[in-house]
């Protein structure tokens, strides 16, 4: 599994203050510590996990971070859930790449978070690119913002084919329309 780059950092760190640096210790896995301070081994990682999640003060809610806003009870699933989506969201990887990232299948992924990746294609199809207004030069350092229609106007102008009087109107009635 790739992490991201400074997951490699807190994961070293981690190492450094934990009790199990041996090469073949779980991350998690570790002590967890009893009401008494009597340190026990973790047996259910996803149960350690929900407790930890309940122990957070999180406005003042008597369960914590363990349900979340719709009331469903968090797992470490969640986080893998939480994971996907946020990737997706962002538009900065492949449906095809997460899926490798996470070990399952390309199908899986489109399945499960269809929602994300139909949001997203529909912002992409009806987004609307602004026409930029090109900056065109009239001679002597001065600019004057417009488009293909002054552009063309002032092309004119300076071969002679416009009037000075005849492209002051263009522009000004281009000007209007703004």
Same mark, same amino acid.
């Given at each position: 599994?790739?992490?991201?780059? +400074?997951?490699?950092?807190?994961?070293?760190?981690?190492?450094?203050? +934990?009790?199990?640096?041996?090469?073949?210790?779980? &991350?998690? #896995?570790?002590? %967890?510590?009893?009401?008494?301070?009597? @340190?026990? %081994? =973790?047996?259910?990682?996803n149960k350690s996990f929900q407790q930890y999640l309940k122990a957070i003060d999180f406005e003042a809610r008597q369960d914590g971070l363990l349900y979340d806003?719709?009331?469903?009870?968090?797992?470490?699933?969640?986080?893998?859930?939480?994971? @996907?989506?946020?990737?997706?969201?962002?538009?900065? &990887? +492949? &449906? *095809?790449?997460?899926?490798?990232?996470?070990?399952?299948?390309?199908?899986?992924?489109?399945?499960? *978070?269809?929602?994300?990746?139909?949001? %997203?294609?529909?912002?992409? =199809?009806?987004?609307?690119?602004?026409?930029?207004?090109?900056?065109?030069? &009239?001679?002597?350092?001065?600019?004057?913002?417009?488009?293909? #229609?002054?552009?063309?106007?002032?092309?004119?102008?300076?071969?002679?084919?416009?009037?000075?009087?005849?492209?002051?109107?263009?522009?000004?009635?281009?000007? @209007?329309?703004?």
């Amino acid at each position: 599994m790739q992490t991201q780059p +400074s997951a490699n950092n807190a994961l070293k760190e981690w190492r450094k203050v +934990s009790p199990h640096t041996a090469a073949n210790d779980w &991350v998690w #896995f570790g002590q %967890q510590h009893d009401a008494g301070g009597k @340190a026990t %081994q =973790i047996g259910d990682l996803n149960k350690s996990f929900q407790q930890y999640l309940k122990a957070i003060d999180f406005e003042a809610r008597q369960d914590g971070l363990l349900y979340d806003r719709d009331g469903d009870r968090r797992s470490l699933y969640s986080l893998r859930h939480t994971y @996907a989506t946020l990737r997706l969201e962002k538009g900065d &990887v +492949s &449906v *095809y790449d997460l899926s490798i990232n996470m070990g399952c299948k390309v199908k899986q992924i489109e399945t499960h *978070y269809s929602h994300v990746v139909s949001k %997203q294609r529909r912002q992409q =199809i009806t987004r609307t690119n602004k026409k930029q207004k090109r900056a065109i030069d &009239v001679g002597q350092g001065a600019v004057m913002q417009g488009d293909a #229609f002054i552009a063309e106007a002032l092309r004119r102008l300076n071969a002679g084919e416009l009037s000075d009087e005849a492209f002051l109107a263009i522009a000004k009635s281009n000007k @209007a329309k703004e």
